[in-house]
């Protein structure tokens, strides 16, 4: 499990990146798809903080399957923004949409056998993660409203 944890992390984060800084500044991104990205992004690390921070429990079960419910519909409804993007764009969005609910399953099954309360390295990393995202969503409110200079991509316009 310590593995596929690790390993699924990794390439999520890598992913992540590629399309923010490969994509995203190659193309610019509309305000509607920044407010996307926040909600979003915002949704999932709110997830993975339950199993974080909490014993599991019948409620705190309930919460976080509602989150993870909430979290993959939310991803969803960003195919309906995007146009015209190329293929490497697609596939990297496709392998994020895939890794979604997969991550969010194995953090879930791992906080469901206590494996995280038994191995302490893997909670870091979780750790590790939860602090890599929320570095994501400060780095993406941060550069593309106050860094990003909106006349150097024509697809930026709201």
Known sequence: MTTFLCAITIIHGLLFRIDEFKFHKK???KKVELINALFDGALFIGALIIPLFTTYSYWW???YIAMCICSCLSIIKNEFFYKGLEIGERVTHALLYVLHPVILFAYYDGWKVN???????????????VFLGVQAITYQIIYWNYIHDDNSSNNNSD
Do not use: P
């Open 27 to 29: 193309r610019g991104l």
């Open 61 to 63: 079960e309930k919460l």
């Open 115 to 129: 494996y995280f309360d038994n191995h302490y390295y893997v909670w870091m990393i979780q750790l590790l993660y």
